[in-house]
């Protein structure tokens, strides 16, 4: 079976806003075997809608209105189903009275355009939305002759996403054949992109039955793999295999066997060795630390550090020697390594992190170009510290910063 | 003139990734007066493309293709858009030519494949790309006795940016009435989106000669203004009279009128004031640091600070005594204040900033629970400390309290 989601609002053809509800619908349709094979968005015109939702049913099985199901008069969705499935609208009373409560409790006296709120097309079931007022609606019906889903949910993500997951899908799981899926997530650290996709690609283009999705950001690219079999150990088995196929091929890049993040691993690995970390960092400015404190419970491995972007305070709060500074600079690999040896000790952590270099986009020389970082770890038995010249803007230089420190932290660790 | 944007890839229908580049070409449209009616997004199979196609040349005067365009057997873009129009594709021979001479400088043989991205639309124009192989392309054409504008472009970010941005905008320009657009983007720090709304409603709704889209974020509510007139004076004027009043409304919270980000404009402050700043953060890890040097110069005047995780880096890093956090917990006004003016010390800053709360989900008590942040700002007269309480996840309090330090240091030099 196959589905189409459309998203309705004039909001969502602006440069400002973007549907993002789609994605998270998806993850649960493909859980079923359901192929997403069309998104479309449209502004809040009616005839528009009744367009767009015939041209949805008269191509796949499942249709999913999202938006458009408040008491405004831009609010046109449930009419605009109706007319496109030549339905009627039918006033629910039970929902009209429980709509009247609603603002009964709050001291509030309803507006009669609230009504629209409690129309229900002919054949439909309500589906009760307890963060918002608007209802949703589940609709088995034919169009031309054949039998098709359609769903008209709200739109803000804290309504729709909870009745998605559970009212939506116990109603859909019975409709749709019986698959079995399985899914893996590998993340790699630290490989360019193209370089990684070449060796995966020789690897899972010999896999027709795994869907392969190749994603990369900063320092990290990521292979999801997803199979639909007959049976759920065959779909598992072909994930698997494949997984591990790719597991072999990138050895210890890989840091992640089930989706975890970096930091996550990291941590994880803290834990397991019984190691405090501590980190002092000068390009990129606090978000290694905001990347490793982005993880709840962080407290029990991270103990802090400093962020030293003014020259003195490498010294002051890092302890590096000012005379270190004076003789290779601030962006060198003796004071990364002084200031992960710093950092450590004013901490006593079992491994200090220190990170300098030029994010840009000024500061750029020929010797110390934009780009251009240090990152020092030092443990008990002594300080590494690495090179490296990393492309793109601020924002990804100082991304590639930390991907590259965590890595550093997990090799020592593994 | 009305607009529907076609982006074209199986990838966009899976849980991982999403188009963007829309929001990009949907900026430059509506600057021409145009408008985006319809984003539709659809796989690699022909026949799906060919119908959207035609849906899309049914309903709207200008259609985007993006994608489709490379060497493989999935890049169907050319085809499915000559055969919606009844056109054919020609072999361009000079592009062919071109494609042969770039593989050649990298001593590649081509593949025969990639010869199919010389195709060209009969009285297609092609548009150099000089980032990738595959060309543009532009169309002016009738589609059921219809005057219609195509354009089949490239997908990726920065091969699709700088052509449509360049390429794209010098053809259509002419080809679209003149309209004069003025925008102007207000931004509010720390005054809740139900409430802020509630109040800019009641004046942008008497201005309906200007489109008004009120973005929230934690902490922050934006009014984006958009007006359309025969000349640029009435549409600036337009935005301008509406902004008049929305500053009016909201005071001082309005942090920037034209577009800049809390950052920024903390960083304008302080280097007006000729002022620098240093952070001790305990709940934010660093996401205020890493905020504030986001910024591009941000080293002219914020200078450092620590990340006091641990309560003993507390007193180490940022001089709060042992005794104030025995006493008063490690979340408590006093301590936040004690950060603030010890990290002040500590770096030689004009100001200080300490951050102490529980960000969650773990930690929380009845008497502090998760959400409660402290905020202390000190400078040379002294010290003020805020309570908040924030709502949300780990990641939300913690984006609130970095934009209370900083409307707060904001509030302090302005």
């Not at 449930?78 to 339905?87: I, K, P």
Request: charged share 25%; net charge negative.
């Amino acid at each position: 079976m196959n589905a189409e989601i459309i998203a309705i609002g004039s909001e969502l053809l602006t440069p400002f806003r973007q549907d993002t509800n789609s994605l998270a619908l998806t993850t649960h349709l493909n859980d079923l075997g359901v192929e997403l094979d069309f998104k479309s968005i449209v502004g809040d015109r009616r005839s528009d809608l009744v367009n767009a939702a015939r041209i949805a049913f008269g191509r796949a099985d499942i249709v999913i209105f999202m938006g458009g199901l408040g008491p405004t008069e831009d609010d046109l969705t449930r009419e605009a189903v109706a007319e496109a499935l030549g339905l009627e609208l039918r006033r629910d009373d039970k929902i009209a009275e429980e709509l009247r409560a609603r603002f009964a409790a709050h001291g509030w006296k309803m507006a009669d355009n609230n009504l629209q709120q409690a129309d229900v097309i002919a054949g439909a079931e309500a589906i009760n939305n307890p963060r918002g007022t608007a209802p949703g609606q589940f609709l088995r019906t034919e169009y031309k002759g054949k039998q098709k889903i359609a769903m008209l949910l709200p739109g803000p993500p804290h309504e729709i996403l909870p009745m998605f997951e559970k009212d939506c899908m116990e109603r859909l799981r019975p409709m749709v054949p019986a698959r079995s899926i399985a899914t893996r997530v590998l993340r790699i650290a630290m490989i360019g992109e193209s370089s990684a996709d070449k060796r995966a690609a020789a690897i899972y283009k010999q896999h027709q039955d795994v869907q392969t999705t190749v994603l990369a950001g900063a320092g990290e690219v990521q292979f999801h793999l997803r199979s639909q079999a007959e049976s759920e150990e065959k779909a598992q088995k072909a994930v698997d295999t494949l997984a591990s196929k790719l597991e072999d091929e990138f050895e210890e890049a890989v840091f992640s066997a089930q989706g975890e993040s970096l930091e996550q691993i990291v941590g994880y690995y803290l834990q397991m060795r019984d190691a405090t970390l501590a980190v002092a960092e000068s390009c990129t400015g606090g978000m290694l630390a905001q990347r490793i404190t982005s993880v709840a419970g962080s407290s029990r491995y991270f103990l802090g550090g400093a962020v030293v972007y003014d020259n003195s305070l490498k010294s002051d709060l890092a302890g590096v020697p000012p005379l270190l500074i004076a003789e290779h600079g601030a962006v060198s690999g003796q004071v990364a390594g002084a200031l992960a040896e710093g950092i450590r000790t004013r901490c006593t952590a079992s491994l200090g992190i220190g990170i300098t270099g030029v994010a840009g986009p000024g500061g750029g020389t020929e010797q110390k170009p934009v780009g251009l970082v240090y990152v020092g770890l030092c443990d008990e038995n002594g300080t590494e510290v690495v090179e490296r010249r990393f492309p793109g803007d601020r924002d990804r230089i100082r991304m590639y910063a930390t991907q590259q420190a965590l890595d550093m932290v997990r090799r020592k660790l593994m």
